[in-house]
Nanobody
Framework: QVQLVESGGGLVQPGGSLRLSCLAS????????LSWYRQAPGKERELVAT????????NYSESVKGRFTISRDNGKNTVNLQMNSLKPEDTAVYYC???????????WGQGTQVTVSS
């Protein structure tokens, strides 16, 4: 069974850090472009960060650039998102995504809540 499971969310004060992880099962992440998205209440889901299948290319939304870092560990079949200097506007449900254009595969995790509040 194909599955992506996120972990690491929680409540953190402004300026704090969290590290999200997403573990894949039922398939191998190594040939997939991996991304993190987020969706705040009342807003559309937005792309936060993307990493290429080889890990050599990363892209970030302007709102998180310089604060968030996406990484992948193909040996552990995981993708991570290190989030530093968190702001209240980072509060959202964070989703990991695995996409492989050749096969048309597009998988989503169930999401993990991140709340930034004092």
């Amino acid at each position: 069974q194909v599955q992506l499971v996120e972990s690491g969310g929680g409540l953190v004060q402004p300026g704090g850090s969290l590290r999200l992880s997403c573990l894949a099962s039922g398939f191998t992440l190594s040939n997939y472009v991996l991304s993190w998205y987020r969706q705040a209440p009342g807003k559309e889901r937005e792309l936060v960060a993307t990493i290429s299948s080889g890990g050599g290319i990363t892209n970030y939304s302007e709102s998180v650039k310089g604060r968030f870092t996406i990484s992948r560990d193909n040996g552990k079949n995981t993708v991570n998102l290190q989030m530093n200097s968190l702001k209240p506007e980072d509060t959202a449900v964070y989703y990991c995504n695995a996409f492989r254009r050749l096969q048309g595969n597009n998988y989503w995790g169930q999401g993990t809540q991140v709340t930034v509040s004092s």
